[in-house]
C-alpha cells in the first residue's frame, strides 16, 4: 500500500511540475520549444514569406507577406515551425528561420504624429503614415506610450496608435 501512494504522490507532483512549465507566474504560456513566452512579438526577416496552412513545406501557401520587417505575433510553436498572426489577424504557419526577434510596429488608423515626447502636448516631430512600419525602441513603465524610429526619426506614440506591443508590455 505504501509504495502505490508513493508512486501516486511522485506522479502527482510530476504532474504539477509540468503544468507548472506551460505556465509563467504572469499566466503567459510558455513555449514548449523554445521556452519563450507565447504570445510574442517578432517581424519578419526577409521581403518574401510564405504563410502555409499548416506546419511544413507539405502544406500549401495560402499567402505570400512581401513586406520586411512586418511585425506578427507568434502564437504557436511545432518544430522549427511558428503560428503567426497579423495585423490583420491572418493567421498561418511560418519556418522559424523566416522570423526575427527585432520589434517593429505598424501604424494604424489614420496618420500620426511622431511626438518628441510621451506627451500629447508635446510637438510633433513627424507625421507618420497609417501602415508605415516603425523599430520599436522603448515602452516604458505607465503611459501607454512607446519610442519608436521611422526613417532615422525617433519619437513617441500612444500604443492605441499602432500594433506590436501588448497594452502593459514594458520593453526597455
Known amino acids: 500500500m505504501t509504495f502505490k501512494l508513493i508512486s501516486f504522490l511522485r506522479a502527482f507532483g510530476l ?9 509563467s507566474l504572469s499566466g503567459q504560456a510558455i513555449a514548449e520549444e523554445t521556452g519563450l513566452p507565447l504570445p510574442r512579438f517578432v517581424s519578419l526577416r526577409a521581403d518574401q514569406v510564405n504563410l502555409r496552412t499548416g ?4 502544406y500549401p501557401v495560402e499567402w505570400i507577406y512581401q513586406r520586411q520587417d512586418l511585425p506578427v505575433e507568434i502564437i504557436a510553436e511545432y518544430r522549427t515551425w511558428r503560428k503567426i498572426r497579423d495585423w490583420q489577424s491572418t493567421q498561418g504557419w511560418v519556418h522559424q ?15 500620426r504624429s511622431l511626438r518628441s515626447s510621451a506627451d500629447t502636448k508635446s510637438p510633433p516631430v513627424a507625421l507618420i503614415e497609417s501602415s508605415a512600419i516603425a523599430t520599436l525602441k522603448q515602452c516604458p ?12 526619426i525617433k519619437g513617441w506614440l500612444r ?10 508590455e514594458v520593453l526597455k
Open 55 to 58: 506546419p511544413g513545406v507539405q
Open 15 to 23: 504532474s504539477l511540475i509540468v503544468l507548472s512549465g506551460i505556465f
Open 97 to 111: 528561420s523566416m522570423l526575427s526577434g527585432k520589434r517593429t510596429v505598424i501604424i494604424t488608423g489614420k496618420r
Open 159 to 168: 500604443k492605441v496608435e499602432f500594433w506590436g506591443a501588448y497594452r502593459d
Open 141 to 152: 513603465t505607465g503611459g501607454g506610450w512607446c519610442r519608436v524610429e521611422a526613417d532615422n
